[in-house]
């Protein structure tokens, strides 16, 4: 069973940085789309930013877009900057075998997802 393990979060002033990191002992996931959602109190849960599996392309919620940037290597990266109280959240990874692009991965069924984190809580103080 693979285990995704996110780490990073924490609390934060607005305007501050996070960086989260997300991967799985001894796996790789070179043929996965890699990925980040969130899930805000009494919100449902929403596309972050994702990577295409052979990384370069990137695409983002325009809630992010210009203050994050997600990167990978062997596990997938979410450096946060400006951050907002808006932000607050626990962030999810996931890794989409099925996304051929970046894109895919904001556009298909959460259970399309093969694997998921467990989460880690983004606070983010005014």
């Known amino acids: 069973q693979v285990q995704l393990v996110e780490s990073g979060g924490g609390l934060v002033q607005a305007g501050g940085s996070l960086r989260l990191s997300c991967g799985a002992a001894g796996r790789t996931f070179s043929n996965y789309a890699m990925g980040w959602f969130r899930q805000a109190p009494g919100k449902e849960r929403e596309f972050v930013a994702a990577?295409?599996?052979?990384?370069g392309a990137t695409y983002y919620a325009d809630s992010v877009k210009g203050r994050f940037t997600v990167s990978r290597d062997n596990a997938v990266y979410l450096q946060m900057n400006t951050l907002k109280p808006e932000d607050t959240a626990l962030y999810y990874c996931?890794?989409?075998?099925?996304?051929?692009?970046?894109?895919?991965?904001?556009?298909?069924?959460?259970?399309?997802?093969?694997?998921w984190g467990k989460g880690t809580l983004v606070s983010v103080s005014s």
């Open positions: 996931a890794v989409c075998w099925k996304c051929t692009t970046a894109q895919t991965m904001a556009a298909v069924p959460y259970d399309d997802m093969d694997y």
């Open positions: 990577i295409r599996r052979s990384g």
